[in-house]
């Protein structure tokens, strides 16, 4: 009776591509027989190889570093911006509702209680009212996305990756060509969402410490 020959050795490892733009991936390598050509393909977010036995783990690795990688992007309920920008009208900013409010005598925008209050007359259109605020949310967005970044950077003990404002109305994080993509958006939800997303996208790029043996 013939006997069956055992399947492939597989392992699986992480690939650090470099700290300074946080990118990383898994891949799960097969050896095959030697001389076989090397193969690379992309199941999701993890690479799968099939390399001859006598190929050099560096060169695999040399191998799957010249793959262009997909951007992780992710995607996370926000509320939505008011239907009528009107005074009164109902905004959330960092889960918590705030009412328009116009005051002519006011030199900028300002926070005051449960309200947001925009430098513009009571007679101001919705266009006026609704580019005001926006700029207010946009400029609140740069300070406390960049804080956020930063204070889990240091917390997950990664550098901080280049980032940049987006404006897109699909994705509200997600990494470009190497930079990191945060929408303005992301300031109206409350402060424990808006980590959960960012660090979902900074922990699969930490390189776990290496093991080292008594005689390494």
């Known amino acids: ?3 069956k020959a055992n399947p492939p050795a597989r392992d699986a490892a992480q690939l650090a591509l470099g700290l300074e733009s946080l990118e990383a991936v898994s891949y ?9 050509a090397l193969s690379i393909r992309r199941e999701g977010d993890v690479f799968e190889v099939s390399a001859p036995s006598d190929m050099p783990r560096a060169a695999i690795e040399e191998s799957l570093r010249e793959q262009p990688l997909a951007a992780p992007r992710v995607q996370s309920p926000v509320p939505g911006l008011p239907a009528v920008w009107a005074e009164g009208a109902a905004l959330q900013f960092q889960g918590r509702e705030l009412r328009l409010q116009l005051d002519p005598a006011a030199h900028q925008c300002q926070l005051h209680e449960q309200a947001l209050i925009l430098p513009l007359p009571r007679d101001a259109g919705a266009e ?29 003990r990664v550098p901080v990756p280049p980032w940049a404002l987006s404006f897109s109305s699909r994705q509200l994080a997600q990494f470009e060509k190497g930079q990191l993509r945060l929408n303005w958006k992301l300031v109206l939800l409350p402060p424990d969402n ?5 660090r979902r ?3 699969p790029h930490i390189i776990p410490p290496r093991s080292v043996g008594l005689f390494d």
């Open 194 to 198: 808006l980590e959960a997303v960012i």
């Open 28 to 36: 799960r390598l097969r050896r095959s027989k030697e001389g076989s």
């Open 128 to 156: 006026r009212i609704r580019d005001t605020a926006s700029a207010w949310l946009q400029g609140e967005a740069r300070s406390l996305l960049g804080l956020q970044l930063g204070t889990l950077a240091s917390r997950l």
């Open 1 to 3: 009776m013939k006997r």
């Open 201 to 203: 996208l900074l922990e």
